[in-house]
């Protein structure tokens, strides 16, 4: 996947459901979690975690649908043990997924991404 950013509504296509590829967002940053859809497919048991922001469920090691926000989410009131999670979760995101761009920030602009970046950050994955 070329990587890009995503605005919530963008991501939340990638559910698995509407199309194969299943993404998620983890402190601002959007993983390609495909080939881990046994997890995070629709029958996954972290499926609720597909085409979203999961960062405040990992946090809060929370399931339920709605501790997760439909708008963007800024953690601003997790304490510090809950953003110390959330930094450890995107570490094994980015050991075992690839990263394919930002979660956007409402009016924030996207990235403008060159093949030249595509093509380190997969020999980098290797």
Not at 102 to 124: F, Q
Request: aromatic letters at 12%; hydrophobic letters at 30%; a negative charge.
């Amino acid at each position: 996947m070329k990587k890009r950013d995503f605005s919530l509504e963008q991501l939340r296509q990638y559910d698995g459901s509407r199309t194969p590829r299943i993404l998620l967002a983890v402190n601002g940053k959007v993983f390609d979690v495909t080939k881990g859809s046994k997890f995070y497919g629709p029958a996954g048991p972290y499926g609720i975690f597909a085409g979203r922001d999961a960062s405040r469920g990992l946090a809060t090691f929370c399931l339920d649908k709605d501790a997760l926000k439909d708008e963007y989410d800024d953690l601003s009131d997790l304490n510090a043990v809950q953003m110390e999670s959330v930094r450890e979760w995107e570490m094994q995101f980015k050991e075992k997924y690839d990263y394919v761009g930002r979660l956007l920030k409402p009016g924030e602009e996207p990235s403008e991404y060159t093949d030249e970046e595509d093509t380190k950050d997969h020999n980098k994955q290797d």
